[in-house]
């Protein structure tokens, strides 16, 4: 089945502990994404990759990094998170960088996480 | 930096159709305008995508003028298990790699 996998579903951490969202795709797609959702805010890019090895900022960077050392792995990093990034956070992919027809997102189903 | 506008929320009842349209002033020239279907605690998923006219599928229709710089979405005869948030998605014009989410429309279907 063709599915964008996101883990772990839920996570509780404390201020300035690293961690890691694993996110993968079996659709050999090229395009990945994380966004952050907060209440009232809607969908925000913090960073996308367009292909292994080549990624870009999105609107919310700041405290996060990623890497793409795969096509089909793209982790979302936190090295010292903080309350400010308690968000639900959502990794998606597409099956190219070109932005032109039938080039929609596929999304996982989501990490919530809470940073205490 | 592109942005799209909708509306916050709307309401309608079962059966009628809904239009929900999004304003894009500053689409990148060879981009194309996807909407989202959002539930909670899950992804977003595709609904439909469309460059310019009006596209049809077996869910939803999007109507695109001829400037681009915005476009409607229309669900037909809508249900209870249309409730959800929906988002119109379009590339940057200086980045049209970097995908811009609207803050998106809460539609809410009564019986």
């Known amino acids: 089945e063709a599915q964008v996998t996101q883990n772990p579903r839920y996570l509780i951490t404390v201020t300035g502990k690293k961690l890691t969202v694993t996110c993968s795709q079996n659709m050999n797609h090229e395009y990945m994404s994380w966004y952050r959702q907060d209440p009232g805010l809607g969908l925000r890019q913090i960073y996308y990759s367009m292909n292994v090895e080549v990624t870009d900022k999105g609107d919310v960077p700041e405290g996060y990094k990623v890497s793409r050392k795969e096509k089909r792995n793209f982790p979302l990093i936190l090295e010292s998170p903080s309350p400010n990034q308690t968000s639900l956070y959502f990794c998606?992919?597409?099956?190219?960088?070109?932005?032109?027809?039938?080039?929609?997102?596929?999304f996982g189903s989501g990490t919530q996480l809470s940073v205490l | 930096l592109a942005k799209t506008t909708q509306p916050i929320s709307m309401d309608s009842y079962e059966g009628q159709e809904v239009n929900i349209t999004c304003s894009h002033n500053?689409?990148?020239?060879?981009?194309?305008i996807t909407w989202y279907q959002q539930f909670p605690s899950q992804g977003p998923r595709f609904i439909i995508q469309?460059?310019?006219t009006k596209v049809t599928n077996e869910v939803a229709s999007l109507f695109i003028p001829a400037d681009r710089k915005s476009s409607t979405l229309s669900l037909p005869r809508v249900s209870l298990s249309d409730t959800a948030v929906y988002y119109c998605l379009v590339g940057d014009v200086g980045q049209p790699d970097k995908l811009i989410f609207g803050t998106g429309t809460r539609l809410q279907v009564f019986p």
């Open positions: 469309g460059y310019k």
């Open positions: 998606a992919s597409s099956r190219t960088q070109n932005r032109g027809a039938n080039e929609k997102l596929f």
């Open positions: 500053n689409i990148a020239t060879n981009d194309y």
